[in-house]
């Protein structure tokens, strides 16, 4: 540029020159004199010199002002092109490090005006709602009022759209080189022109085929867009669809994670995930409750073996094994140990989960509670039992009440006929089954007692080698035909109990160890001291009782219905009580058996430490 | 064998001694012929020797119950025509329903008296 000045200036200097020259030859026509130089007027050769040499002159310099507005127009249009270049650069900045959609087209609509230099921007959007508007989001620069007159849809066909419409129906730009006199503009001219708007161009946004909306730049001169600057305003378009579409990506992703993340922790059932090896490493808000935590970080990491009892490990272990080969384990029930110590029974589900390429990853379980379940089925069960022990009451009351109303009819019908030993047996019968009634109502006024926590004891200092040998002494008399065998210790130590119910727990062994023997067998009784107990035992050679029967025998609901069929007289409460009254005397009954060899039954009361060692 | 009489013959199954005792006596004042069993097997085995005309039947009897031995009394051809009366502690309607469904011709309830077993196996025997 500056050269192209210096040359204009040259030749202007020159030319200056010359018509100096031609001047003063014009006066030394008319007096030679005044010159010093000795020139011929006549010259013609010379002024045709002259002439010719001023006309290229003025021919150069038109020339090279055209050269000067040509450079100065390419410097212009330089300027603008490396202003566009500028707003995509800072526009391409703004992509990528925008957090939000909104800012992200404010923030591109400002810089379109502040470095792009056009005098107006605005993105808007096609709407699908049933009038198929085409809303405004964002706008920068001279607007007033200008958007609010405009009211646009995208409903029919681009012709006679507005320029952002007609872009965004076809996909393609739209250029108004004139808002004055583009006939595609003439709705739109006066207000245009009352804004500035000489010229003007909208773009399509529109990513992965999707057309989002356009984006209208406007500009003060007409003709403003040339093809190069248009080409970086088609790539800055793209570049905002893309950077709007990666947005929408990312809030629509997060917005299901979160979505996710609320499933996750609004389940009542504990979400647990781990690894293959059964490591924790997630787990919902539900799971840490059930699994007793106050947090997260207490579980993460742990193995879940570490949660369920010693006792459901093994059981645990195949069941993930299983998961791992079938995909799935459901309903499989363990208990597990809170941090606290306390029990819980839950109920677990397990399936594999999987890496993309298909490849087991780890595992997530669903972990229930069931307390309630549990108690519920413990509920319905007792409830069971109950009806049961009324109906096996009712069945109990009964016989000795068939007896006591078949004797005495018998007595008042026939008392003539009966000989005085069938009378006599008549009332023995009606006597006894009176007893049995009256020891049948005391059993279970001890039960509802006990049941109650009204079970009291009346304990005394106690004879106890007397109390025991007078029991047994009537136990052979009650079955004379057994042999009951006594094993005492010699000095018995005082003991502080309650006689009558002791009586009672030695009386009922006895009874069961009776009826569940063969009348050639002994039944032993022993007592002796360890531990600082004092241990009474009464063993049969009955039929004995299956392991896995024994723990059971001293519940007093345990399988009634069972027991009865089995054992048709008595309703096994025995057992129960003789555990309550033991227990009472905080000590502890127990049997051992084994099936066809016979049964011993023990019971260990704490011996007085004051009085241990002290005859009565 | 033939019979001595012409006395009716009631087989009694029942394993309360006391009340065994009481029917024993009872039927026995009231003319019949008494024959008693304590569990299920030997009652069946009384059966089958023959010339029971009524069975008195408890439910509830150690090893074989009453409920099979009723069974096996209608299966087998040769009892099926005894009538069996059921004489049970359980009042409870479905049993006696069963009863009566498996062919029982009464089911009596205990406690009772004296009179109602006597009407009761008249009956039971002229049905």
Redesign the interface.
Known sequence: MEQILKNKEKSTSELLTLLKLATELDITEGSQKQTGVQLSINDTDLRELVEGQISKLLQNNENLELEIKKRKRMAEHLFKLNKAFRTLCQCNKIVTHAGDESALLNEICRTIVGVGGYRFAWIGFGINNNKKTFRREVHAGYEEGYLDSLDLTWAGNPMGQHPAVAAFLTGNYCLINNTLTDIDYAPWHSRALQSGYASLIAFPLVTNGQRLGALTIYATEPGAFAKDEIELLIELSNDIAHGIAVLRDRTAHRKTEEKLKLMFDSVTDGITVMDLNGIITDTNDSAIQIYGYDSKDGILGKSVFELITADDCDKAMENLKKTLVEGRFEGAEYTMVKPDGSIVPIEQSTSILRDPDGNPDGIISVTRDITERKKAHQYEEMDRLKTNLL?AV??EL??P???????S??L???SD??DSE?QS??LT?ID??TDNLTELIDHLLDLSRLEAGLFRLDKRPTEFGGLLRDTIAEAKVRYPDNRIEIRLLKDFPAMLVDGRRIRQVVDNLLDNAVKYSQKDTAVTVRAKRGGGELIISVSDQGRGIPAEEIEYIFDRMYRLEER??EN??GLGLGLSLCKAIVEAHRGRIWAESKVGKGSTFYFALPLDKKKAGKKL | MTLQSEKINVLVIEDEPDIQTFVVWLLALEGYEVGAASTGEHGLEMARAGGANLMLLDLRLPGRDGWSVLAEMKRDTKLADIPVVIFSASAAVPQKEKALGMGAVDYLVKPLSAEKLRKCIKRALAS
Do not use: M
């Open positions: 109906s009712s069945h009964r016989t009440l068939a007896s006591i109303k078949g004797y009819t018998l008042l019908d026939y006929r009966l069938k047996h008549s019968c006894n089954a009865l069929s048709p007289s």
